[in-house]
């Protein structure tokens, strides 16, 4: 299994312990990004921190990582990287793209899977300050970092 801060360091992406959260397990990523484990970022939204309604989004959904097989290599749910995305990236952009790519089948290659994740991020907007191609440019990284580490080719 893997933390957070490996995955991140495995993606090349640039972050820093996010200064407006005391616990120290949230990160704030180049792109503005908020990154943690499912667990974390949920106690970090609902503590009043101007975040409410937004969404914990594992960026290599949990689905996926059936589909592929390698599930019992992966970290356990609550423990998994995800991103705080306000509402409308993650149900309406990235749900609605990933679901449509790969709607209903029980397997997936890596191949297929980071296409539809390209697909997905592409539309995320600048929701964060970061820039558009940075924000895509990190979470495709994470998810080619989260591969790696359960060998996914």
């Not at 943690?36 to 989004?57: A, E, M, P, V």
């Not at 990287?81 to 209903?104: D, F, K, M, Q, Y």
Request: with cysteine; charged share 20%.
């Amino acid at each position: 299994m893997f933390t957070v801060t490996e995955i991140l360091l495995t993606a090349g992406v640039t972050f820093q312990v996010y200064p407006k959260w005391a616990n120290g397990n949230v990160y704030m990523t180049d792109a503005n990004q908020l990154i943690g484990t499912f667990k974390n970022l949920g106690q970090f939204r609902d503590s009043g921190i101007s975040y409410k309604g937004w969404h914990c989004h594992h960026v290599a959904e949990v689905d996926d990582l059936q589909r592929l097989g390698v599930t019992i290599s992966a970290p356990p749910y609550d423990d998994q990287l995800c991103v705080l995305l306000p509402e409308r990236a993650h149900v309406g952009r990235i749900n609605s793209i990933l679901r449509r790519e790969n709607p209903t089948k029980w397997q997936a290659s890596g191949r297929e899977l980071r296409r539809a994740y390209g697909e997905a991020y592409a539309l995320m907007g600048d929701y964060c300050g970061g820039g558009e191609a940075n924000i895509r440019q990190e979470l495709l990284a994470i998810v080619n970092a989260e591969f790696q580490k359960l060998g996914v080719p």
